[in-house]
């Protein structure tokens, strides 16, 4: 139910790397690199994207799963996906952007124009930085002080561009928000300050970026056959 809410934009580009991490997720010993960059939203250990982690651990047990999280508090696209090899790894897996909060309010033109540039330049780096290229996803929450406009549509045009595969949260949050339905009926429900996700949050968004991630499960179990592993084996992964 969730992820049919949430999930925008469906990229080709990230459907067709996440073979990459499928066949190591099967592979005894093989290194799965997951890099994150974004806002405070992402920058702990305990946020979504360390839960994320965790639960790619979980899914893929057989492989050693290395979560290099280089968020920065108050930062936009623009710094951060400039330097996005240097503060994740040289060497990535899964790539994860979150940065519609942030560069709401920091490329907002004066004339109230939203440059998406910054982030156009920072997916472009992280799809052409390593190799191969990893499989890049675009993770959207809310505006600054739990506000529904952010730079989330402006950011979708980008995924669109590029192939990239989208996952708002906003977006599967404010159906209940606006409409005072459980279990997101207030901002209680949903942040733990003016607009940072409380834990669930954070645990929910992991597990819809796992499921995501995982959307081909039917192509994962047929080559889990073929490295030898029984059907029983695939539905324990």
Known sequence: MYVCTCARVAGASTEAQLRNVFLKCVTPGADINVGAIGGSITEHDDSWAGNFSALLSHLCPRAQVRMHNG?????GAL???LCARAVMAPE???????????DQGQYTLPNGTFSSLPYELATRTVLTGTDPTPAVFG?????RSFTYDSAQPYHEEVHK????????LRDMVWPYFSKGRAPFATKADVCSDVHHPNAFVHGLTAQVSAHTNMNELT??????????ATRADCSEV
């Open 219 to 228: 192509w994962k179990v047929e080559v889990e056959v073929q490295h030898g």
């Open 92 to 102: 990535l897996d899964i790539a994860m952007l979150e940065f519609s909060l942030n």
């Open 139 to 143: 993770i959207s929450f809310w505006g």
């Open 71 to 75: 968020a920065r508090a108050s930062h």
């Open 79 to 81: 710094t951060l996906g």
């Open 161 to 168: 561009l590029y192939g990239v595969t989208g996952i708002s």
